[in-house]
């Protein structure tokens, strides 16, 4: 590895023609990764690009005129001082925050580069354009700077809350009401067949975590996210899984009350929470009239619990 202090004219030149060579593909990557969730941002990193690629022309240009059309790969891990980035690709998907600081701190070190690249060279041309290039990278930390700062628009709002309720909200609220719901009936049954809190809890136990792990898979399984833009499968499985064993084990935890009659009218009562709360996120999320969505729900609701009451007494 060489230090920056042994660099010749040639080396410093080749370079700074490397690092604008691989900024510009990380913009790239930074445009094609924030381009569905962010289109206004990855268009300005689109524009960076297209004015690193002009950096690179002009030193190019300027190498060429001094040492000739050979030009030596040097890369930025090969010379002490560069910090080590990490790859663009390990770390999708993009946030917007951590895209915006990253590119303040490429262009924060690449202008450095040029600043102390300007003050070593005695050639009037080449530090004429380092000079020039470093001006421009300090611009370029502004224009990341105020990428992080952009007041996100109407449109992109209504974007962002589109991609929420595919991605969390539709199911996290299909976990919710299986795992509130179709676990109603076993619970119940237990309760009035074995009089036991023990057994019920027990029960109750075994539908909510079996119920989380098949609608976690069912909902991983359902589709890739790749044409519905529902988001990556597997996040949508934990979340629907976890919402449904969540749903399942709030009305089976009061059966941890030794006295039978007592853990079922508390399940009762978080069984009413539930499908009020379920009720509330369909009304808030899913533009569902609200007495609407309380008639449908609790009518399901309704029918299985008498379902499970019906069938432990029979």
Same mark, same amino acid.
């Given at each position: ?7 010749t ?16 593909? !990380?913009y790239d990557?930074?445009?094609d990764? #924030? ?20 950096h690179?022309?002009? =030193? =190019?240009?300027?190498?060429?005129s001094?040492f @000739? ?6 890369? $930025?891990e090969d010379?002490r001082?560069? +910090? ?11 946030g #917007?925050k951590?895209?915006?600081?990253t ?17 070593r %060279? ?8 380092? @000079?020039? =290039? ?12 105020? !990428?992080?700062m952009?007041k996100?628009?109407?449109e992109?709002?209504? $974007?962002?809350k ?5 991605q969390? !909200?539709?199911?996290g609220l ?10 109603? /009936?076993?619970l119940?049954a237990?309760?009035?067949? %074995?009089?036991?809190s ?10 909510s975590?079996g119920?989380?792990i ?7 399984l ?8 529902? @988001?990556?499968?597997?996040?949508? @499985? ?5 919402? %449904?064993?969540l ?8 059966? #941890?009350?030794?006295?039978?009659q007592t853990?079922t009218w ?22 569902t009239p609200?007495g609407?969505? +309380? ?6 609701g /309704?029918? +299985? ?6 069938i432990?007494?029979?």
């Amino acid at each position: 590895m060489r230090t920056f202090q042994s660099l010749t004219e040639r080396e410093v030149l080749a370079l700074a023609i490397s690092l604008e060579e691989e900024d510009a593909r !990380i913009y790239d990557d930074f445009a094609d990764g #924030l381009q569905a969730n962010y289109p206004e941002q990855a268009d300005k990193f689109k524009a960076m690009r297209r004015e690193e690629d002009g950096h690179r022309h002009r =030193l =190019l240009d300027l190498y060429r005129s001094r040492f @000739g059309e050979h030009v030596p790969h040097i890369r $930025r891990e090969d010379v002490r001082g560069f +910090v080590k980035r990490r790859p663009v690709w390990l770390t999708r998907p993009l946030g #917007l925050k951590a895209v915006q600081r990253t590119a303040e701190l490429m262009e924060q070190e690449t202008k450095r580069f040029y600043e102390q690249s300007a003050r070593r %060279t005695t050639d009037t041309g080449i530090r004429q354009l380092l @000079g020039d =290039l470093a001006e421009e990278e300090r611009n370029h930390a502004r224009t990341a700077e105020e !990428i992080g700062m952009t007041k996100v628009s109407e449109e992109e709002s209504a $974007r962002q809350k589109r991609l929420f309720i595919l991605q969390v !909200i539709q199911p996290g609220l299909a976990g919710l009401m299986d795992g509130s719901v179709s676990t109603l /009936a076993p619970l119940f049954a237990a309760a009035f067949a %074995t009089h036991s809190s023990v057994a019920t809890f027990q029960v109750g136990l075994a539908a909510s975590v079996g119920a989380g792990i098949s609608m976690g898979f069912a909902e991983a399984l359902s589709d890739d996210g790749s044409l519905t833009g529902r @988001g990556h499968p597997w996040a949508r @499985g934990f979340v629907c899984g976890l919402m %449904t064993a969540l749903g399942g084990l709030g009305h089976t935890l009061p059966y #941890l009350i030794p006295h039978i009659q007592t853990a079922t009218w508390i399940a009762v009562a978080v069984v009413l929470v539930e499908l009020g709360l379920i009720s509330w996120v369909r009304h808030r999320f899913m533009d569902t009239p609200l007495g609407s969505a +309380v008639l449908q729900v609790a009518l399901g609701g /309704a029918l +299985v619990f008498l379902a499970g009451v019906l069938i432990g007494t029979s």
